[in-house]
């Protein structure tokens, strides 16, 4: 039968595990939030012109950070645990699963960024509110996009896809598609294809 | 850590399964993302399952199979999101299909997979904006909604663009 002693071990037990899994959960938050941190000082100081770099070099540094924190996680997260508590373990598998658990928040905070600056109905909702009147259907469509209308929006849209190596591009001849355009069109389709998206009547 | 793997997957093949079975029976181009999420839960509750059942009853081993889990399915929306409504592939595959395509032409092509009057009608559907005699007014839903957005945005540091 279980004594008063081994119950209260039992529960001494379950609390130092909750409290690992406490902190393997915040180290990878706090390693996000810190990423971000870094990720907007780059971008305020390139908007006041003190670094200067291309969009494509700040994509980079964010990629290398990413990695960087990564393995700090992996190496430094059973030492900090012990330093905060020495009865906190935190064993191998854990080390792993949280390096994981931090690129997933790290995806999420991309797809974030990128639905916050591409959303086309938040774009619209936007153009709505900051003229104050009633807007009339087409000219709402017509000056989509704070005015750049749909297309200076395809040709912003195409000149991205060409700094991502995906198409040829110069005005008005739009292709032909790259290597690397065509896997991921092919990719893309077979995707499509596989979950039969855009076939619905 | 194999087992970790071992439970984790299964969860996925789970989601996996259950998800594509769906998407092939009735095809649909809304994005369906509370049914996705609930896939998601049912995916997870099978990795613990049988992380619980045939391996190690642990917390801490369990929550492992949970982040594992996550990274999975996060790995899988990401790619999901991308591919599934991206208007930049559907103008790949515009393009791809022939060698080269004239701007204008393309700019239809454009319109059309935007879906503006779609987007339209939804927003109204859904208390955003009201739509009458073709005249379009924000609503207090969609002031509201847009003050969040630009919160957001300057969190993350980025700013709408549609």
């Not at chain 1, 330093?83 to 999420?108: K, Q, S």
């Amino acid at each position: 039968m279980e004594g008063p002693s081994s119950k209260w071990e039992n529960e001494r037990s379950v609390y130092y595990d909750f409290m690992t899994i406490l902190f393997s959960f915040f180290i990878s938050f706090f390693s996000l939030l810190f990423l971000i941190l870094v990720s907007n000082t780059l971008r305020f100081l390139s908007r006041k012109k003190i670094l200067s770099f291309p969009l494509y070099t700040e994509s980079i540094f964010i990629f290398l950070f990413c990695i960087i924190l990564s393995i700090f996680i992996y190496k430094s997260s059973p030492c900090l645990s012990n330093n905060i508590n020495p009865l906190v373990g935190f064993p191998d598998h854990l080390r792993i699963t949280t390096t994981l658990l931090f690129f997933a928040m790290f995806l999420t905070y991309l797809e974030i960024k990128s639905l916050l600056s591409r959303g086309l109905s938040l774009r619209i909702l936007k153009d709505l509110d900051e003229s104050n009147t009633p807007v009339k259907l087409e000219s709402l469509k017509d000056g989509y996009g704070g005015g750049l209308g749909f297309n200076g929006l395809l040709d912003k849209r195409l000149n991205t896809i060409k700094k991502l190596g995906m198409i040829h591009y110069s005005h008005p001849t739009v292709g032909p598609l790259t290597i690397f355009g065509k896997l991921m069109n092919f990719l893309g389709a077979l995707f499509r294809e596989i979950l039969k998206l855009e076939r619905a009547e | 850590m194999y087992e970790i793997m071992i439970s984790s997957l299964s969860g996925m093949f789970l989601f996996l399964l259950i998800h594509i079975t769906l998407w092939r029976i009735s095809p649909s181009n809304t994005p369906r993302m509370s049914l996705l999420f609930l896939l998601v839960i049912i995916g997870i509750v099978c990795s613990v399952i049988v992380h619980s059942f045939f391996f190690n009853t642990n917390i801490v081993s369990i929550a492992s199979t949970v982040w594992m889990d996550i990274f999975f399915i996060i790995c899988y929306l990401f790619l999901y999101a991308g591919l599934s409504r991206s208007v930049s592939l559907t103008l790949l595959e515009k393009i791809s299909k022939s060698k080269s395509i004239n701007f204008l032409t393309l700019v239809k092509d454009y319109e059309s997979s935007i879906r503006f009057l779609d987007r339209m009608d939804l927003m109204e559907k859904n208390g955003y904006i009201k739509i009458s005699d073709d005249m379009v007014t924000i609503e207090p839903k969609g002031r509201r909604l847009i003050s969040i957005t630009k919160m957001f945005g300057r969190l993350v540091g980025v700013s709408l663009e549609g």
